[in-house]
């Protein structure tokens, strides 16, 4: 959460970490992806109201809705969608 303030906010994933912003949080991703941009206050709100300390986050693609699910609880899950990055066509 410390690190959406950022407009728009972009998520990076590598083999064992995410990019959050300008923070880098140890991951296990299971691949990597193209950054991802976010509104940063629909994704707060999507974490947020999440049950525990994490969550999961299931991305198939730049362009197509993320699922958020609680790590804790499987049965919390919403879709946010992420937002057009300047310059990509």
Do not use: Y
């Not at 299971?30 to 206050?41: G, L, Q």
């Not at 609880?73 to 946010?80: A, M």
């Amino acid at each position: 959460m410390e690190a959406l303030p950022g407009e728009p906010f972009l998520l990076r994933a590598g083999p064992d970490e995410l990019t959050a912003g300008e923070r880098i949080v140890p991951a296990p991703c299971a691949e990597t992806v193209p950054p991802i941009a976010f509104d940063p206050r629909r994704l707060a709100s999507a974490v947020q109201t999440s049950v525990g300390p994490e969550v999961l986050l299931e991305i198939t693609g730049p362009r197509e809705p993320v699922v958020v699910r609680s790590a804790d609880q499987g049965s919390f899950t919403t879709l946010v969608m992420p937002v057009d990055l300047p310059g990509r066509p």
